[in-house]
């Protein structure tokens, strides 16, 4: 079975950083993307970053490029998020998901390439101004 565990969030201020941790265990981890989503109340989910720890390929998106970084340590089977600089606009519940491989081997994390349908519980990120 499929388990993702998210950590590390909290209350920081603006400029702040904030680490969080995703902890996987059911499954070849270095098979597998693992995402980072967030959903800000009244928002949609969006993504945030990916990557897929057996190609070292990661992805983030324009608004968290040159502040987030995402990063696994395949030994402890962990994804991290490292976010610097924060603002009140990251505030969101940040969630992270496991990507099962739609096409074997695919070295880019993209939605297309992964599906990614297992969820771990979220962890809160506020950001005060």
């Not at 079975?1 to 265990?25: F, H, K, P």
């Not at 981890?29 to 390929?57: L, M, N, S």
């Amino acid at each position: 079975e499929v388990q993702l565990q998210a950590s590390g969030g909290g209350l920081v201020q603006t400029g702040g950083s904030l680490r969080l941790s995703c902890a996987a265990s059911g499954f070849t981890f270095e098979d597998y993307a693992i995402g980072w989503y967030r959903q800000a109340p009244g928002k949609e989910r969006e993504a945030v970053a990916c990557i897929t720890p057996g190609h070292g390929f990661t992805y983030l998106i324009d608004s968290v490029e040159g502040r987030f970084a995402i990063s696994s340590d395949n030994a402890k089977n962990t994804v991290y998020l490292q976010m610097t600089a924060l603002k009140p606009e990251d505030t969101a519940v940040y969630y992270c998901a496991a990507g099962n491989p739609i096409y074997r081997g695919a070295s880019r994390c993209y939605s297309e390439l992964y599906d990614y349908s297992s969820w771990g519980q979220g962890t809160q990120v506020t950001v005060s101004s």
